[in-house]
């Protein structure tokens, strides 16, 4: 059973950074792509960013470029968005996806299983 498990989520001030990890088991995770999408109820789900299975090619939304930064350990089976300069429009549910495949998409459709969400809120 696939199973992906976020933490890392919490309340922060403006300008300061968060950590998410995700902890993949169920499938071999080295084998695919994997993402980070953010959703507020209500909306849609906005892709964040994605990483190919080695880790050496990454890619990212406009809104969170330079800010944040995808990264994976595949001896770990555990998937990171480093977050840095939060701001209140960061503020969303965050979710880990994994992709249906190796090869990285930034189209939702095509990530076929998903985390619980971690909470993240930025407010001073």
């Known amino acids: 059973e696939v199973q992906l498990v976020e933490s890392g989520g919490g309340l922060v001030q403006p300008g300061v950074s968060l950590r998410l990890s995700c902890a993949a088991s169920?499938?071999?995770?080295?084998?695919?792509?994997m993402n980070w999408v953010r959703q507020t109820l209500g909306k849609g789900p906005e892709w964040i960013s994605s990483i190919d299975t080695g880790g050496s090619s990454t890619t990212y939304a406009d809104s969170v470029k330079g800010r944040f930064t995808i990264s994976r350990d595949n001896a770990k089976n555990t998937l990171y968005l480093q977050m840095n300069s939060l701001k209140p429009e960061d503020t969303d549910v965050h979710y880990c996806a994994k992709s249906k495949g190796p090869k990285i998409t930034t189209n939702t459709d095509e990530f076929d299983y998903w985390g619980q969400g971690t909470q993240v809120t930025v407010s001073s």
């Open positions: 169920g499938f071999t995770f080295a084998s695919y792509s």
